[in-house]
């Protein structure tokens, strides 16, 4: 064993399966403040279930920013600060369907969609559990259409602030 390997501090073993999802502010915020519980998408996401890091893309949803009231929802408790390129909590991914599987019957009539987040024609990812990171963690990455998987050191951040994953 090296001297450098002897003095590294000790990686965590036994590290939880996450991935990484890159979503533009407001919604990044939203999602683990505002009990944003879907994330819409067009292209299918692989089987996963599990944890997800959500990662603040570069660029915000200008459109969406300009439509948030200036007073959040009484219920919410953190100031709107939006971070940029960096990943800023985690969510429990537990369902990935169809927008056809809860908005429409046999017969194509609309009925009630399965989040108020929830847009038609669009895959919902449904979220649960929220839990925003003290410290965001700045990373580089680019909007997509699925879940990446996040390096081991990314993992180990996030788990070095919520030990309980």
Known sequence: MSTAAAFAPARRTGLPEMRLLSVRQPWAWQILHEHKDVENRIIPTSGYR?????????????????????????WVDADRQFEYEAVIGVVRLVD?????????DQYGR?????????????????????????????????????LARPDRHLVEKVCEQLPFL
């Open 110 to 146: 609309p009925l009630e969609m399965c989040s108020p987040w929830a847009l038609r024609s669009f895959l919902h990812l449904v979220l649960t559990d929220p839990h925003p990171l003290p410290q965001p963690i700045p990373r580089i990455g680019r909007l997509g259409l699925g």
């Open 96 to 104: 990935v369907h169809d927008a056809s599987w809860c908005g429409e």
């Open 50 to 74: 599990g944890w997800v890091a959500i990662h603040a893309a570069r660029t915000p949803d200008e459109e969406a920013l300009g439509l948030l009231p200036a007073v959040p929802p009484q």
